[in-house]
């Protein structure tokens, strides 16, 4: 199956630090999303990527969707203490219907005090 | 409402039990899912209904069947389940088909479901 490619794994950064992290993929992906998981919780949608090249911003986090419709990356500025926790990235191949997500392996964000 | 939620919250059962997982949702969504997450790994996709017709079972073991009474309701039911089968059951929902937004899944906060 398919396979999303997540790093770094985990990060430990003080904060106030920026943060950066990527997904790449041998397929091509129509749609980019990421999300941020707490323990014991569901994951929560943070950006939605539908266009290749595309730019998004929410707050202090931005991301891109790869030209090449292989990649994306989320970039944090500025990072505080509630910004803990699983980051993932997520594709999904098909433009329409309801097909499920492929997701990468997650980073874990750590901010040392 | 923009909720999804998901009953119970934790559960403990028996390999011999039958129980069920309930996910609701009224944000007028007409794809809804079922995702299995291991602890420190993805979701990982189990189900996926559309217009209340399942449209993809990734393989799934007959020991988990799912239902979607309609177009608010999930439900999966468990019969005959193994320790390794202890995880966390996501459920989600997205628009369905015919917009962008049909990728954006939105996801429950999760059933912690344990196998003794």
């Known amino acids: 199956g398919q396979q999303l490619n997540q790093s770094p794994q985990s990060m430990f950064i003080q904060e106030g630090e920026d943060v950066s992290m990527n997904c790449t993929s041998s397929?091509?992906?129509?749609?980019w999303l990421w999300y941020k998981q707490d323990p014991g919780e569901g994951p929560v949608l943070l950006i939605a990527?539908?266009?290749a090249g595309e730019l998004t911003s929410n707050g202090r986090l931005t991301a891109q969707f790869g030209i090449t419709r292989k990649d994306s990356f989320l970039n944090i500025s500025a990072s505080i203490p509630s910004d803990v926790g699983i980051y993932f990235c997520?594709?999904?191949?098909w433009g329409g219907g309801a097909d499920g997500l492929t997701f990468g392996k997650g980073t874990h964000l750590i901010i040392q005090p | 409402d923009t909720e999804v939620t998901q009953t119970p919250k934790h559960l403990v059962m028996g390999m011999t039990n039958k129980k069920s997982l309930k996910c609701e949702q009224h944000?007028?969504?007409?794809?809804m899912y079922w995702y299995k997450q291991k602890a420190k790994k993805p979701p990982e996709l189990m189900f996926v209904?559309?217009?209340?017709?399942?449209?993809i079972n990734e393989s799934v073991p007959s020991r988990f069947s799912p239902e979607c009474p309609n177009s608010s309701l999930l439900n999966l039911h468990l019969h005959a389940l193994q320790p390794e089968d202890s995880a966390l059951y996501l459920c989600?929902?997205?628009?369905?088909?015919?917009?962008?937004?049909?990728?954006?899944?939105?996801f429950g906060p999760g059933t912690r479901l344990t196998v003794l």
């Open positions: 944000m007028g969504h007409r794809a």
């Open positions: 989600a929902s997205s628009q369905g088909r015919g917009n962008p937004g049909t990728s954006e899944q939105f």
């Open positions: 997520a594709g999904r191949r």
């Open positions: 397929s091509i992906f129509n749609t």
């Open positions: 209904y559309s217009y209340e017709k399942l449209s």
């Open positions: 990527l539908y266009k």
